[in-house]
C-alpha cells in the first residue's frame, strides 16, 4: 500500500492501494497434450497453476495429434507440417500472441528457439528452458550410442549452432544441477540461468508385492535415446519376466518387429499412452519401472512412479538429484548385460526395493515449481 497526501486538501490523506497487474506469460513448446512427453506434462502443470495465480496465460504449441481438450487458458496451435515451414508459421503465431507479452518461455532449444529468433520481439524477455538437449537426442535418432556427456566430451560441430541460439535469450532455467554443470563447462557465453528443479507430486503410496511372471514396465516416448532395444534383448534372456511398454513415438515400428524376431508374444505387450487414473492403475499393476536411457535428464516418469510406491530402476546417467533419485534404483543399463543383470539384483532384493520405494518422501508440488518460476519472471521485469 502507499499513502498518498490529497493535494485539494490540505491535512487530508488518501490511502493508494496499488496491485501488480498479471504478468502476459506465453508458454511456447513443440509438444502438448494428448502428445506425450516431459515438457507436454510440464507446460499443462505450469499453465495451470501460473493462471491459479491470476496471471495470464496463453500455450503456443505445435498441433498435437489428438483433440486438444478445453482448458481455461488459450491454446494456440501450428501446424508441424514441412521442417521449415513449420518454424514460419511458429514465428508468425509468437508474433501475433507475444507481441505484448511480458515473457515468452520457450521449451524446446531449436523447435521453438528458432521461430523465436525469427519472430524478433522486442518487448518480452525470453527465457529457456532445458529438460533435454535436442541435438544430442537428433544424433541418437541416427544410431549414435554416446550418452549426452560422451557427445559433448567429443566437441561435436552442432554445438556451435545450439551456442547461438542460447545467447538469443535472456535467461536460461536448467531442470536438474546436472545439465547446468555440463552447459557451463562446454558453452563459455552462456547467458544467465538458474536451476528450477521438477516437482515430486502426492500421490497414494502403495506397497507392491511381486507378481509371478515379474512384470517390468516403461513409460515414455518410442525413441533411440530410450535405449528400448537392448531392453527387449534383455527381456528375450529373462523367461519368467515381462514387460509392458506404454506410450508411443517414431521407434514403434522396429520395436515391432524386434519383438517378434525375439519370439517375445505373449510376454510383452505394447500399450498406447494413457492419463489420470488409468497411468495410477498401471502403476498398481506392475513391479518395476525401468527406464534404461542413455541420458536421462529430468524423468517425469519416475518420479510419477516413485510418487506412488512403484520400483524404478534408472540409467546411471541421470540430471536427477538425491532427493529426487531417494528410493530409486540406480545402474548401468546401456547393454542387454547390464540390464538383465540389473533386472535380476532387483527381483532378489525386491521385498527391501519396495519397502523403501513405498516410504515417505521430500515432496515438491507443482505449486511450488510455478511459484518458482513466478519470482524469477518478476525478477526479469
Known amino acids: 500500500p502507499i499513502i498518498k497526501r490529497n493535494n485539494q486538501s490540505i491535512g487530508h490523506w488518501v490511502l493508494v492501494i496499488l496491485t501488480p497487474l498479471p504478468m502476459k506469460i506465453i508458454l511456447a513448446t513443440g509438444v502438448y497434450p494428448p502428445t506425450i512427453g516431459g515438457p507436454a506434462t510440464y507446460v499443462k502443470n505450469i499453465a495451470r497453476r501460473l493462471m491459479e495465480m491470476d496471471e495470464q496465460v496463453t500455450v503456443v504449441a505445435y498441433a498435437p495429434r489428438g483433440p486438444v481438450e478445453e482448458v481455461p487458458w488459450k491454446v494456440v496451435t501450428v501446424s508441424r507440417r514441412g521442417p521449415l515451414l513449420r518454424w514460419w508459421r511458429f514465428a508468425r503465431a509468437l508474433k501475433r500472441e507475444a507481441k505484448d507479452a511480458d515473457i515468452v518461455y520457450g521449451f524446446s532449444a531449436v523447435s521453438v528457439g528458432v521461430p523465436l529468433m525469427m519472430a524478433r520481439l522486442k518487448k518480452p524477455k525470453k527465457i529457456l528452458r ?11 535418432d541416427l544410431r549414435g550410442k554416446k550418452t549426452l556427456s560422451q557427445w559433448y566430451a567429443a566437441r561435436p560441430p552442432a554445438m556451435a549452432i545450439l551456442g547461438r541460439i542460447l545467447r538469443s535469450f535472456d535467461h536460461v532455467v536448467f531442470s536438474t544441477w ?12 552462456l547467458p544467465r540461468h538458474s536451476v528450477i528443479e521438477n516437482a515430486l507430486p502426492h500421490g497414494e503410496l502403495l506397497l507392491h508385492v511381486r507378481h509371478e511372471p515379474f512384470r517390468l514396465l516403461f513409460l515414455g ?37 524386434l519383438a517378434q524376431k525375439l519370439r517375445l508374444k505373449g510376454r510383452l505387450t505394447f500399450l498406447p499412452p494413457v492419463h489420470g487414473e488409468e497411468k495410477e492403475k498401471t502403476l498398481r499393476e506392475h513391479d518395476l519401472l525401468i527406464i534404461p536411457s542413455l541420458t536421462e535428464i529430468s524423468p517425469h ?20 538429484g538425491d532427493e529426487l533419485r531417494d528410493g530409486m534404483i540406480v545402474a548401468p543399463l546401456r547393454t542387454t548385460e547390464e540390464i538383465t543383470r540389473a533386472v535380476l539384483e532387483a527381483e532378489h532384493h525386491y521385498e527391501v ?28 521485469l
Open 178 to 189: 546436472f545439465q547446468e554443470q555440463l552447459y557451463k563447462r562446454v558453452y563459455p557465453r
Open 221 to 257: 516416448r518410442f525413441v533411440r535415446f530410450k535405449n528400448l532395444r537392448p531392453l527387449l534383448r534383455a527381456v528375450a534372456n529373462l523367461p519368467h519376466v515381462t514387460l509392458t511398454l506404454q506410450g508411443e513415438g517414431p521407434a514403434s515400428r522396429e520395436l515391432s518387429q
Open 353 to 380: 526395493i519396495a519397502q523403501k520405494s513405498a516410504s515417505p518422501f521430500q515432496k515438491r508440488s507443482w505449486e511450488d515449481v510455478a511459484r518458482e518460476h513466478r519470482a524469477l519472471f518478476q525478477a526479469l
Open 301 to 320: 516418469a519416475a518420479l510419477e512412479a516413485r510418487s506412488h510406491g512403484l520400483p524404478v530402476l534408472l540409467t546411471a546417467e541421470t540430471g536427477l
Open 130 to 140: 532445458l529438460g533435454g538437449d535436442f541435438l544430442w537426442e537428433r544424433y541418437t
